[in-house]
């Protein structure tokens, strides 16, 4: 109802590859196939949710979501996980800073490069870290937290041991005037009760699919013989009779391209000009 303070909380897990669009040869390969290289890969997660239509962000105590409250881990129980204050650090942090969760190691890197990932490329989300919003009119929150770099690299399990943690205050104010508050009221003067604040905490498994990925890219190559057997038939036909009679040069597909000498063909039909290429496969 219109007083239920937070509902429709979602998270989301998201990786920023380092787009590859030429495929030079610095890729993860197979056979026939090339793909965009995970390393150093760019890893944060969204938090989304909704609030009700009579609270608004408080303009004080750090706004809606204070950044010094925002912390995240990765770990199997929310007991046993180091939460590091992510928001914190990135907010004071240069571009030269190494930001991320600094509890694992091998995970951090420098503000620039994660902004060089998820803002400065043309496929990725562009979206912003850490940006507490000083409005939001049609009650929804999108936040951004930045976990560093190659967070979910083999961590995907279907026994769900391997999580996401985030832990914030939400911070807003109650303007519904029959509880005692006034169109855009600020918390001073002991007017405490127009404050409404709480604490999320919430978790998100790593599994295999579950994570939303953008800038990969894919190419891949196959002969036409690997896949289709190719026949040449000389002529037409209006039945399988007469089809039986045509002259059908068979398995003609070959990645062989060696000049051969040319051959002559000719045919029963009256149409011995036409050609039809048929491929088996």
């Not at 909704?50 to 809606?64: C, D, H, K």
């Not at 600020?186 to 905490?201: E, V």
């Not at 051959?263 to 290429?277: K, R, Y």
Request: glycine share 8%; aromatic share 6%.
């Amino acid at each position: 109802n219109a007083y239920t303070f937070l509902e429709y909380v979602n998270m989301r897990l998201i990786m920023v590859l380092d787009e590859d669009s030429n495929f030079s040869g610095d890729s993860e390969a197979a056979d026939r196939t090339v793909r965009t290289n995970r390393t150093g890969n760019a890893a944060y997660v969204q938090v989304t949710f909704t609030m009700g239509a009579q609270y608004q962000p408080n303009p004080l105590s750090g706004g809606l979501i204070p950044l010094d409250s925002v912390r995240s881990g990765r770990g199997t129980f929310i007991g046993d996980t180091d939460l590091d204050h992510v928001c914190d650090v990135w907010d004071t942090a240069s571009s030269g800073d190494p930001i991320g969760l600094t509890s694992i190691a091998g995970l951090t890197g420098t503000k620039q490069t994660f902004l060089d990932l998820t803002e400065n490329q043309p496929c990725a989300p562009k979206s912003q870290m850490c940006i507490s919003p000083a409005s939001v009119p049609d009650q929804f929150v999108s936040f951004n937290i930045p976990l560093g770099f190659e967070v979910f690299d083999n961590q995907a399990s279907s026994s769900l041991e391997n999580n996401i943690f985030v832990d914030m205050v939400i911070n807003a104010l109650d303007t519904d005037p029959s509880t005692g508050g006034t169109a855009g009221p600020t918390p001073n003067q002991g007017n405490d009760p127009m404050q409404m604040k709480t604490t999320l905490t919430a978790s998100i498994p790593i599994v295999a699919g579950g994570i939303n990925i953008f800038c990969d890219g894919i190419t891949a190559k196959t002969d036409l013989k690997d896949v289709a057997n190719a026949d040449i038939i000389v002529g037409s036909a209006n039945s399988l009779d007469e089809l039986s009679r045509l002259r059908i040069i068979q398995d003609i597909a070959s990645t062989n391209l060696a000049e051969v000498a040319s051959q002559p063909v000719d045919s029963d039909s009256i149409e011995a000009g036409l050609m039809t290429l048929v491929l088996k496969g």
